[in-house]
């Protein structure tokens, strides 16, 4: 098998199909198998809900003009609907790349066992990985921190 060719982009490693490569701790590169723009994508909408959730509608009524208030009444942006859309069309590489990173920013796992946490995560992805996904507290900020662990931002991810 042909080894992939790496592009470097923004100091961050990707092959040619635009998954990200990160540098784990031995310096070996890893294949998140899942590109940073569809993470940045789930991470940004899925902090979009959390906003939402967290907005008190009668703090909304307060103030028409306030964050909470535009916040409450914006029916163009993504739903959580939209999100567990989105994350259902990712394959299952993909899927499992995101629970797995999802773990490691949580603490369940280092980047240093990546490869563990990805097999298990396909592993366990037999039914709905957006539901699974969803059902986690601050996912989003999980997201970040999973990547960020392999020294890499989603802050930088051009949307």
């Known amino acids: 098998m042909e080894p992939v060719p790496r592009y470097r982009f923004n100091g961050q490693v990707a092959d040619e199909r635009g998954l990200a490569m990160a540098r784990a701790p031995d310096d070996d590169d890893v294949d998140l198998g899942v590109s940073l723009e569809t993470v940045a994508t789930v991470v940004d909408l899925a902090r979009s809900i959390q906003g939402k959730e967290e907005t008190d509608a009668d703090q909304a009524t307060e103030d028409a003009n306030s964050e909470?208030?535009?916040?409450?009444?914006?029916?163009?942006?993504?739903?959580?609907?939209?999100?567990?859309?989105?994350?259902?069309?990712?394959?299952?590489?993909?899927?499992?790349?995101?629970?797995?990173?999802?773990?490691?920013?949580?603490?369940?796992?280092?980047?240093?066992?990546?490869?563990?946490?990805?097999?298990?995560?396909?592993?366990?992805?037999?039914?709905?990985?957006?539901?699974?996904?969803?059902?986690?507290?601050?996912?989003g900020d999980l997201l970040a921190e999973g990547v960020a662990s392999f020294g890499l931002s989603i802050e930088e991810v051009e949307r």
């Open 68 to 139: 909470s208030a535009l916040l409450q009444e914006t029916p163009d942006d993504m739903s959580e609907d939209a999100l567990r859309l989105f994350i259902g069309e990712l394959n299952e590489d993909e899927q499992a790349s995101l629970i797995a990173l999802a773990w490691i920013g949580r603490g369940d796992y280092g980047s240093e066992d990546w490869e563990e946490a990805r097999a298990l995560a396909a592993e366990r992805n037999e039914s709905d990985a957006a539901s699974y996904l969803l059902d986690m507290d601050m996912l």
